[in-house]
């Protein structure tokens, strides 16, 4: 079955700690997506990534980084820089960037600070 | 900046009665794309509209696209505690931009 598998699934975060959320997809698809999600809110846009080696900031990417060194990886890392990390991470990813394809999204990781 | 507003942000209905969520832009969109996510689940993609005034039908889930392409609505019949979840709208500006959701809740 194709699809994008996130890990891990619950993750906790001691102060001044970097955490590695894993996002792989095995879809082909070109583009992939990070998405944090707070109750109530909808989906922001931390980073995207529209091809291997390139990745663009979204609209809350302060005390976030990615990488994207092949196809299927895309994995968040959520710096001790990022003062109120605890929210929903979802991970997405779409034949192209364009806005014309839909985005199939990961099941996600629930970060939590300790 | 390119804003995707989407009203209301909750909404109660006995089961059997109708709902509707609506979506609304600061600017034209080339397509609309409607999600679905259940309670602890992720984002599950439902439709895309991409004409002028488009409608389609999803079995008792009717989606519109408005004449001005800047509005989009959709519609549940007779809705049914399957239907529990949050509904996200998501524009087409040069980059997808979702709303902030619309969740529903069914009581049987």
């Known amino acids: 079955d194709g699809g994008i598998t996130q890990s891990p699934k619950y993750l906790f975060r001691k102060e001044g700690q970097n955490v590695t959320l894993s996002c792989e997809q095995n879809l082909n698809h070109d583009a992939m997506y990070w998405y944090r999600q707070d109750p109530g809110q909808g989906l922001r846009l931390i980073y995207y990534?529209?091809?291997?080696?390139?990745?663009q900031k979204g609209d809350i990417a302060e005390g976030y980084s990615v990488s994207r060194e092949k196809k299927e990886s895309f994995p968040l890392t959520v710096t001790s820089a990022q003062k109120n990390p605890t929210a929903f991470y979802l991970c997405?990813?779409?034949?192209?960037?364009?806005?014309?394809?839909?985005?199939?999204f990961g099941d996600g990781t629930r970060l939590s600070i300790l | 900046g390119q804003q995707v507003m989407q009203i209301p942000q909750y909404q109660h209905v006995q089961e059997g009665e109708d709902f509707t969520t609506y979506c609304n832009s600061s600017?034209?969109?080339?397509?609309i794309q409607w999600y679905k996510q259940r309670p602890g689940g992720h984002p599950v993609f439902l439709i895309q509209?991409?004409?002028?005034?488009e409608v389609k039908k999803q079995k008792r889930l009717t989606f519109q696209f408005g004449e001005a392409k800047k509005n989009s609505s959709l519609h549940i019949t007779a809705t049914q505690t399957t239907d529990v979840g949050t509904y996200f709208c998501a524009g087409d500006t040069g980059k997808l931009i979702f709303g902030q959701g619309t969740t529903l809740q069914v009581k049987p």
């Open positions: 600017t034209t969109l080339s397509n």
């Open positions: 997405a990813s779409s034949m192209t960037e364009t806005g014309l394809e839909p985005q199939h």
């Open positions: 990534s529209q091809i291997v080696n390139d990745f």
């Open positions: 509209l991409v004409k002028s005034g």
